[in-house]
C-alpha cells in the first residue's frame, strides 16, 4: 500500500514541472536554456530520475503516469523552444531600440607637448651634432672650483657674490675639489664648468656642445633665477678664430636662416683670451633684397640681436685642465637657450617660459 504521506510520482513530476516553469522565464541566454534542458530533461535530470520510477508502478496505472510524463517532457521541450524564439526577439527589440547618435561630438583628447624650450633645446643640439659637436651635460650642483677657480675667475671676482652664485652647504661627509680645505659647492652659474670637467677626462681633439640649466641670484622682468645656456667647446692643435665664426656662421644660418651676419665685439670674461660678445644681423627687419636692416623693436634698431659670449680659450684654463696651452689652442662659445626660443617663437617676455600657464604651453604643439 502506498503511504499517502509519501508524495506519489505524479505529485513530483508536477512539481518538477512548476519548478521548471518558475525557472523558464529566468533565462537570458541559449547557454541557460540548455543548462535548463540538462537539469530536468538530461541523463541524470530531474524528470529522468523519476522516469525510473516507472517500472515500480503497478501495470494498471503505467499508461495513466506515462502519459503524464509525456505531457511534462513536452511542456519542458515547448517552453525551452518558446522561451529561445522570446529572446531573438527580445535581443532584435533591444538592438532596434539602441540610438546611435551620429552627429555626436567625441571630446578630443589633450595631447601634452614638448616646451618650447626644450624643444629649442633639442633643435640647437640638432644643429651642432651636425656640425661634428658631442652633446654633453654635467651636475647642477657644481664645485665652486670648476664652476670658478679653473675657468680663471679671480677669488674676488664679483660673480661669486651672493648676489648672482647661490652656494650650496654641502651635505654631510661630503668633498669637494681635491684638496680644498673648505670645499664649496655652488648651483652652477653658467654651463662652462662643463668644459672644465670635459678636459679634465678627455684629451684633445675636443669638440663638445653642453646645454643645461643654470642658476643665479637674480630676478626681474628680464632674468630668472633658473635658466639654460649652451656651452660649445673646441679644442684641437691649430685651432683658430676663424672656425669660432664659422661655427657661428652654420649655427645662426640652421637656426635662423642662411645669409645673416654674425659679428664680433671685444668682451671680457675670465676664461677667454681674447674674448668677445658675438651678435647676428636681425633676421626680423633685413631686407631679403639689399640685406640692410630698416631697425625694429626686437634689435632696439641697431639691426644686430646680442646672442651670446665666445673666445680663445685662456692658457690659464688649460694648464689648470692639465691640456698643453704650447700643444693645443680651442675656443669657446656660451649663450641663453630662452632668448633663442623667444626670438624663434617671437615670445616677448621670459617669465611665460616658466609660469605654466597653459594658455601659453598650448600655443607650442610641437
Ligand atoms: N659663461 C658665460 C656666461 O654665463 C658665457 C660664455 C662667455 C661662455 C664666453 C663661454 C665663453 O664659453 O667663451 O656669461
Redo the contacts with the bound molecule.
Keep these: 500500500m502506498a503511504n499517502d504521506s509519501t508524495p506519489n510520482t505524479e505529485d513530483l513530476l508536477r512539481e518538477q514541472q512548476q519548478a521548471f516553469e518558475a525557472a523558464l522565464p529566468e533565462v537570458e541566454d541559449d547557454e541557460g536554456l540548455y543548462a535548463l534542458q540538462v537539469r530536468f530533461l538530461g541523463k541524470k535530470g530531474s524528470i529522468t530520475k523519476l522516469r525510473k520510477l516507472m517500472g515500480k508502478v503497478p501495470p494498471d496505472q503505467r499508461r495513466a503516469l506515462g502519459q503524464a510524463f509525456n505531457a511534462v517532457k513536452q511542456t519542458v521541450e515547448g517552453g525551452i523552444e518558446a522561451r529561445k524564439l522570446e529572446l531573438v526577439e527580445l535581443a532584435r527589440a533591444r538592438e532596434l531600440a539602441r540610438r546611435v547618435d551620429l552627429s555626436f561630438q567625441p571630446q578630443r583628447r589633450r595631447a601634452g607637448s614638448g616646451h618650447p624650450v626644450l624643444s629649442t633645446r633639442r633643435q640647437l643640439e640638432q644643429v651642432f651634432r651636425r656640425l661634428g659637436f658631442d652633446v654633453l651635460d654635467g651636475p647642477h650642483v657644481e664645485v665652486e672650483d670648476y664652476n670658478f677657480d679653473r675657468l680663471n675667475f679671480e677669488p674676488d671676482h664679483p660673480a661669486r657674490d651672493m648676489q648672482d652664485t647661490f652656494f650650496i652647504t654641502p651635505p654631510e661627509g661630503v668633498e669637494a675639489g681635491e684638496g680644498d680645505s673648505s670645499p664649496s659647492f655652488v648651483l652652477r ?4 664648468p662643463v ?1 672644465v670637467r670635459t678636459m679634465l677626462s678627455h684629451p684633445p681633439p675636443i669638440k663638445i656642445v653642453a646645454p643645461g640649466t ?1 642658476f643665479r641670484n637674480d630676478d626681474d622682468p628680464t632674468h630668472s633665477p633658473m635658466f639654460n ?1 649652451i ?3 673646441y679644442v684641437d692643435r691649430g685651432v683658430t678664430m676663424a672656425d669660432l665664426k664659422a661655427t657661428l656662421y652654420a649655427f645662426v644660418g640652421a637656426f635662423f636662416g642662411e645669409g645673416l651676419e654674425v659679428r664680433f665685439r671685444p668682451s671680457f ?1 675670465p ?2 683670451e681674447p ?1 668677445a660678445e658675438f651678435d647676428m644681423q636681425c633676421p626680423f627687419c633685413r631686407d631679403e633684397h639689399t640685406g640692410e636692416n630698416a631697425g625694429c623693436g626686437l634689435c632696439k634698431q641697431t639691426g644686430w640681436i646680442e646672442i ?4 680663445m680659450v685662456h692658457p690659464a684654463v688649460f694648464e689648470a685642465c692639465g691640456i698643453d696651452s704650447s700643444v693645443y689652442t680651442g ?5 641663453g637657450i630662452e632668448r633663442m626660443a623667444m626670438l624663434r617663437y617671437a615670445v616677448p617676455n621670459l617669465k611665460h617660459f616658466f609660469e605654466g600657464d597653459q594658455r601659453v604651453l598650448e600655443q607650442f604643439p610641437c
Aim: proline content about 0%.
Design positions: 652659474t653658467h654651463t662652462s668644459q643654470v645656456q656651452e660649445g667647446l670674461f676664461f677667454v674674448g651670446g659670449g665666445s673666445g675656443w669657446a662659445f656660451g649663450f
